[in-house]
């Protein structure tokens, strides 16, 4: 494999969308459909003004309005068309859609508590980790499959679906997915391609990726 653009083939940054008013209140969203505030979208804009200095090949995004909106920044700037899945979304969580933090944990406690262990938990019914990256993972992978060699992909989705995708693609165990902090609104991760499989090199940046120079490069 050649390596090139940071020396690690091919790219995808996976960038979680800008701040919106449930994120402000500590809120659930899940596949509540959400939109930016102001804040949001000024976030985005200076996301994506960094994001396009790596000239990214493809965009593919969530179709929430958080997410398309986020995304759409990178298209003004790129050109791209965005290409919009539904299986982008953010994990459907039933009952706990809409509550905020502390009502989750004051109505939910043992189950927040086992899915903070690492357990298996339909969190308020809804659905589990492994079956959000059974439905996001190959998403990724396709888009990722169609890049040029070197190339890069922008993946504009939500933060628990990142995380579980991220997971998966470096073939972690489900149990260890939390072990991945949490991304900041329009903060973004970076999965190069190695030669035992995709890697992890950024990780909740909000600057660009700069090479990785010394013995473990």
Not at 81 to 93: G, I, K, M, P, Q
Not at 94 to 105: A, C, Y
């Amino acid at each position: 494999m050649t390596s090139g653009k940071g020396g690690t083939g091919r790219r995808i940054v996976l960038w979680r969308h800008g701040q919106t008013s449930w994120n402000l209140e500590r809120r659930f969203q899940g596949s509540t459909d959400i939109e930016l505030t102001e804040t949001g979208v000024a976030q985005a804009r200076r996301a994506a003004r960094l994001l396009a200095a790596l000239d990214p090949d493809a965009i593919v995004a969530s179709d929430l309005k958080r997410a398309a909106s986020t995304a759409a920044e990178l298209s003004a700037i790129t050109g791209h068309v965005v290409a919009h899945d539904s299986a982008l979304r953010e994990t459907y969580a039933g009952e706990w859609q809409g509550l905020t933090h502390d009502e989750i944990t004051a109505r939910f406690g043992e189950q927040y508590a086992a899915w903070k262990r690492g357990e298996p938990v339909r969190r308020g019914g809804g659905e589990l980790e492994t079956e959000v990256a059974d439905r996001a993972a190959p998403v990724v992978l396709g888009h990722a499959e169609k890049l040029p060699e070197n190339g890069t992909l922008v993946v504009v989705s939500h933060g628990g679906t990142i995380r579980t995708t991220i997971g998966r693609l470096l073939g972690l165990e489900a149990r260890h997915w939390e072990s991945l902090g949490g991304l900041s609104n329009c903060c973004w991760s970076v999965l190069g391609e190695g030669a035992r499989g995709w890697r992890l090199m950024e990780h909740n940046a909000g600057t660009l990726p700069e090479p990785v120079l010394g013995d473990d490069d």
